[in-house]
């Protein structure tokens, strides 16, 4: 319900028009966070497509917990942890590979599964840093929750960005009708 006033108090499309402005910046906040965020691990993804690609033998995979906020009593994170070996020209490098996290217990189910299809002796595609060949990652990669995160992160920035725009209409539209009534409300002369 909308109610304007002669007073000079804030009726309730401009009270709604403060609101849904406050939101709007907020979005427009989170728009430019998302877009320096997904400016720097798209270059960073961008710079490992050119690290050498190199087939890597799975020693060992395993879903393990994460407990990112033990104090807090919060849920418990999963990733699937995997220790490679690779040849880097003469030498042979091990070290480790991990997917991003995940919570669910179906996201679990499909975790353990992977798992399961890549026992030990097992083969990897990934690129390794030719400044430091114990930094591996995977670019293309069937395992789930792990691979370049640029997509999920221009999505991220997409829903803000358009949150932002729509929000910002509504309270200009709000603003608008607001003015409008208080016009009406006026006392002529």
Partial sequence: MTLATTSGKTTGAGKAAGIFGFLGLFAGLCSVLALVVSAAEGWREHTQ?????????????????????RRSNRRISFWIRCRIAY???????????????AFTDTDVAIMQQWVAEHPPDSSIVVRYDPANHGKAVLMETDMPFAGPRTPNNLKVLLMAAVACVVLLTIARTLTRRAAAQQNAAAPIG
Avoid: F, K, L, M
Avoid at 54 to 60: G, M, P, W
């Fill in 87 to 101: 040849q880097s020209g003469s030498e042979e490098i091990a070290t480790r590979i991990n997917s991003h996290t």
């Fill in 49 to 69: 497509q050119s690290w050498p690609e190199v087939t890597a033998r799975i020693q060992r995979c395993s879903v393990d917990q994460y407990y990112p906020y």
